[in-house]
């Protein structure tokens, strides 16, 4: 079966090979390499929680003292539960107090003492693994009982306000509407703090501080209206930046549905290090699959600083890539959110065939993903009317080419903030063509040899002809180079460098350990 675009399934099989090559040296460089992060949510997961009287995390103080007595090459699992039996301190988070106001010395134990704090690392650890499972088992039943959205894709919409409490009204109202996701936006710049910040916050910049009380918030808040609609709602929020593993270990904690994790996107558009970025985005989706959460990945930003035709190429490999890093950190296929956008400039002779053309490529390249399929932004003019009639246009090819998640496109986007009644306009625009087109998709088939076959068999060549140069160097020598997103972005440079080591002989990863070992 070569599907509706009749692909060449040798070339595809070739594509993905090409895409495991190219990601397989990162994936080998992330296991020889720890990051403050990685460790911050170890300790998370053993129970750190709470910040100083300067909302600064008792985790990063603790990992600040390790580090500073240690230095991070050897995990800080082993140094830390050596600390709390010599001291005879009983609560890890007391021990981070301790630390914090200097009276504990940290060392790397030998002999029965790393065996000693080896076990009692895995017992804590594990304790909060096994907390995110109970929170994927009360995720399973809930869906049992109040049940999926009746049809795909699923209606996906943002809210962020700054104020978590005033979040949550609009995300409940936005659930009665019709949207069956709700995504919080995140408070602009807080991808580059080094911290997750504690506690519910009431304000924040074009976004909300993603923290874990608002998770637990906003989670509370949607399963009463899952219980109220008869259909489970389901929430996302960020796992990229500087604290992406801390953000997933959270996530994973307080039963979130679905986090954007892209594996290049904080390199392209944060300036972060790529090393850096590898290191935690492995380890994040290593918690995301056994929270049994959606990743979301990033691909439609290329396309607003490229252009969309002539780019459409980088989206398919970045796709490609993405789901190689994912299935290695034990990703399903169902847990794909992979991302795309309608980003042509609607000036462009046979743009709505050529937004087919790559809709209906990235559905058939990843059959059983549930893909992302983000609105119109880059060539909004704050004429509102236009700006519907596009929404338009995206949400019929969303429903032409089987998508199974539809970002909300608003009139205003990236002109103004939206309106409340921008939203609800946008909704009944959704709910219009969904409702219209029904099982379009299942009619939908191109002409044999027409305009959207040959569109989508060139975009796959030219995605196998770049794999292909990739390969002739590397992945970090590509994005070194400006291959994604015209953005050029060296390995040895970058925020958050500071904030990785190598591996030492011994390193000790508890969570890691346990994560790998087969379900």
Not at 458 to 472: D, F, K, Q
Request: net charge neutral; with cysteine.
């Amino acid at each position: 079966m070569t599907g509706k675009l009749d692909l060449d399934p040798v070339l595809v099989a070739r594509a993905r090979e090409l895409a495991r090559r190219a990601g397989r040296p990162v994936v080998e460089l992330a296991r020889g390499h720890t990051t403050v992060s990685v460790e911050r949510a170890v300790l998370r997961l053993a129970g750190v929680a709470g910040a100083d009287p300067d909302g600064i995390p008792w985790v990063n103080r603790l990992v600040d003292a390790v580090v500073a007595d240690v230095g991070l090459g050897h995990g800080v699992a082993l140094p830390v539960f050596d600390a709390l039996a010599r001291e005879q301190v009983g609560d890890v988070t007391l021990l981070a107090q301790k630390a914090a106001a200097g009276s504990v010395r940290f060392t790397v134990p030998a002999g029965r003492a790393a065996t000693a704090a080896r076990r009692a690392a895995r017992r804590a650890v594990g304790a909060g693994i096994r907390r995110i499972d109970r929170r994927r088992v009360e995720r399973d039943r809930l869906v049992q009982r109040f049940g999926d959205p009746p049809r795909r894709p699923w209606i996906y919409l943002i809210v962020a306000t700054g104020d978590i409490y005033e979040d949550i009204p609009q995300a409940q109202a936005a659930a009665r509407a019709g949207a069956d996701v709700i995504a919080v936006i995140r408070s602009t710049g807080q991808s580059l703090l080094d911290y997750v910040p504690e506690g519910a916050t009431r304000e924040g910049f074009a976004g909300t501080y993603a923290t874990q009380e608002n998770f637990r918030l906003m989670r509370a808040a949607l399963d009463v209206s899952s219980k109220e609609l008869g259909r489970y709602v389901r929430l996302t929020n960020y796992a990229s930046g500087l604290c992406m593993p801390e953000m997933a270990t959270l996530a994973g904690l307080e039963r979130l549905d679905m986090m954007l994790n892209d594996s290049m996107y904080g390199i392209l558009f944060r300036d972060i290090n790529p090393v850096r970025t590898f290191v935690d985005q492995r380890f994040s989706r290593q918690v995301h699959a056994r929270a049994g959460i959606i990743i979301n990945t990033g691909e439609d930003n290329y396309l607003t600083t490229a252009d969309a035709v002539d780019e459409a190429h980088t989206v398919t490999v970045s796709q490609l890539l993405n789901e190689y890093f994912a299935h290695e950190a034990g990703l399903a296929d169902w847990q794909l959110g992979l991302g795309h956008a309608f980003e042509i400039n609607p000036e462009v002779p046979e743009s709505f065939r050529l937004e087919l053309a790559h809709a209906l490529l990235a559905r058939e390249l990843f059959p059983d993903a549930p893909l992302k399929w983000m609105p119109p932004t880059k060539h909004m003019t704050g004429d509102v009317f236009r700006g519907n009639l596009l929404d338009g246009f995206f949400n019929l090819v969303g429903t032409m080419t089987g998508q199974g998640i539809l970002l909300v496109g608003m009139m205003t986007e990236a002109v103004v903030t939206p309106w409340l009644s921008d939203r609800d306009i946008a909704l009944q625009n959704v709910r219009y063509v969904l409702g219209a087109a029904g099982g379009l998709h299942e009619d939908f088939v191109p002409a044999p040899g027409g305009f959207i076959q040959q569109r989508a068999n060139r975009v796959l060549a030219e995605a196998v002809e770049l794999l292909e140069r990739i390969g002739e160097q590397s992945l970090l020598t590509a994005i070194a180079e400006g291959t994604f997103g015209i953005m050029k972005r060296p390995a040895d440079r970058g925020k958050g460098l500071g904030g990785v080591a190598r591996h030492e002989v011994g390193y000790f990863n508890p969570a890691t350990e346990i994560l790998e070992q087969p379900a």
